[in-house]
């Protein structure tokens, strides 16, 4: 499967970076981090190649994702494929690393691959939703390609390292020629496929806050088979409890379930302040499945997403609290 | 236009001009001669395009050659030395690992950089290593035998 025309710029520092996107903005330009949503969508007619979609819809030059899942390509309004790739490969010494900062929080460059953070012993122990996003993410050759930062901007509902990075808070660090700005996880996506990055604006490093005595995390991924699979559901859980077992602070994060990761808000109102028991659990399952909007399709059902919901809250809140309780 | 890139392929530097738009699964074939590594789906599904870049397996057939600049790649023909193959060559045809034969260049080296980073992997974890390389003949069983077998007698 051969790839459209399209010329490719190798920055060599994040000012460069930034100077390129901006003087080639006109002209359609994308980031390349590792590649594995961006080719496929330009092999395959997600991203149409360029001349076809100027015969077709003069009007359509849009640089954005189209709305189609990263497999599904059906739409003729496909956007054209950018005249320009920005590839970032060699900012790899300055974006691909994890480090734990003094304030306790987790800094990960946003070129770090799904398999860096799966063998990271750090991120396993103390931020192990992400480790077991990145476990469960394609497989083994994905993982090795897919970059954290390249998950994030995708903007998949499914995605995940994403659902996981916003159930754990994480804050994005974008820059362009304007300068740093920070965007909270929660709030980067507004559509699949969208979200609030600017034309010009590169994601450079995702911060998670400091996993501090009795905090947990959990991930986990419904899908129909283990590899190379797209969630039916996603859910991914941080909380913190007290010396009494009480939960102090809870983010439960759903993937899958609607057109973007979808923070579930009632939970909190169920769990805080509560030891989790039996009756606890119950309630928050219920509550956590109705904070999510999911649809009918090829891959489960409306109905069944929302019965899986519960399944998988009491499942990841049940590992999370293990943890928390394991690290007071 | 094209751009200078160098890169090793197989112990040789070579400095090719490439198209931005070629794949590494290109240059290795097309450009270098080097045909082992196979062009299944070209989107990232498959694994038969799989070869080693700084010693980690990657599917060639969606990384462009440019971003595998100053990169070190391995491809199955440098599995062989001096036209003899290498023990986990001989397994995977000592235990009919092989039949088709299209995966083999893909599978040969997930599980050499496997055995590279755990030399005595069990069942699980081969499985769990070449579940990105996809077979249509051998359901598997007998790849997992070949690395188990290549790991109990040791590297050459
Ligand atoms: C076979 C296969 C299976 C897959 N399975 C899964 C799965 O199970 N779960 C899952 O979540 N995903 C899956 N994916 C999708 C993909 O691998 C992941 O989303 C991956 O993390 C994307 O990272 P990347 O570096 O390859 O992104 P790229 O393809 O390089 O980029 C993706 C998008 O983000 C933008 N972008 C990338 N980096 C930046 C940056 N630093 N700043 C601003 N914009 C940026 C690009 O312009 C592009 O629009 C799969 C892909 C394939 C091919
Ligand atoms: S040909 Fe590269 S993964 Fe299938
Ligand atoms: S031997 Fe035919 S695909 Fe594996």
């Known amino acids: ?328 | 236009m094209k751009k200078i890139i160098s890169l090793t392929v197989n112990g040789k530097v070579v400095e090719v001009a490439v198209e931005p738009g070629r794949t590494l699964l290109e240059l290795i074939r097309d450009d270098l001669n080097l045909p082992g590594t196979k062009l299944g789906c070209g989107l990232g599904d498959c694994g038969s395009c799989t070869v080693l870049m700084d010693g980690i397996p990657t599917f060639s057939c969606l990384t462009l050659a440019i971003q595998a600049e100053g990169c070190r790649i391995e491809t199955v023909e440098s599995l062989s030395q001096d036209g003899h193959l290498s023990k986990l060559q001989e397994k995977f045809i000592e235990k009919g690992a092989i039949q088709c034969g299209f995966c083999t260049p893909g599978m040969l080296m997930t599980s050499t950089e496997l055995l590279r980073r755990n030399p005595g992997p069990d069942e699980h974890e081969i499985r769990e290593a070449i579940s990105g390389n996809l077979c249509r003949c051998t359901g598997y069983q007998k790849i997992v035998e070949a690395v188990q077998g290549h790991s109990e007698e040791g590297e050459k």
């Open chain 1, 1 to 328: 499967m051969a790839l459209p025309k399209f010329d490719v710029l190798c920055p060599d520092s994040l000012d460069e970076a930034c100077d390129m996107l901006e003087s080639h903005a006109s002209e359609g330009i994308k980031i390349l981090a590792g590649g594995t949503d961006l080719l496929v969508n330009i092999k395959l007619p997600v991203i149409a190649p360029r001349a076809y979609v100027l015969e077709s819809s003069t009007s359509q030059l849009v640089s954005t994702h189209s709305e189609e899942l990263w497999k599904d390509h059906s739409g003729p309004l496909a956007p054209p494929s950018p005249a320009y790739l920005l590839s970032l490969h060699r900012l790899r010494n300055e974006l691909e690393r994890i480090e734990e900062l003094p304030d306790g929080s987790l800094l990960v460059g946003a070129l770090t691959t799904a398999r860096t953070l799966q063998m990271s012993e750090l991120v396993r122990l103390k931020w192990a939703a992400l480790a077991e996003g990145a476990d469960a993410l394609g497989s083994p050759l994905v993982r090795a390609r897919g970059t954290l930062g390249g998950n994030i901007c995708n903007a998949r509902p499914a995605a995940d390292l994403f659902v996981p990075s916003v159930a754990l808070g994480a804050k994005l660090g974008v820059v362009s020629i304007h300068g740093y700005e920070v965007i909270d996880a929660s709030e980067f996506a507004l559509a699949p496929g969208k979200t609030r990055l600017q034309s010009g604006q590169i994601l450079v490093e995702i911060v998670y806050p400091a996993s501090p005595p009795g905090t947990g995390s959990a991930y986990y991924k419904l899908a129909q088979r283990k590899a190379l699979d797209i969630s039916v559901v996603g859910a991914g859980v941080r909380l913190t409890i007290d010396s009494l077992l009480k939960i102090t602070s809870v983010s439960l994060a759903l993937g899958a379930v609607g057109p973007t990761p979808i923070v579930a808000k009632t939970v909190i109102d169920v769990l805080l302040g509560k030891k989790l028991d039996d009756s606890t659990l119950k309630l928050a399952a219920t509550a956590a499945a109705s904070d999510a909007t999911p649809i009918d399709d090829h891959r489960g059902s409306a109905l069944y997403r929302k019965q899986m919901i519960e399944v998988l809250t009491r499942k990841i809140l049940t590992t999370a609290y293990l943890r928390a309780r394991r690290s007071l």
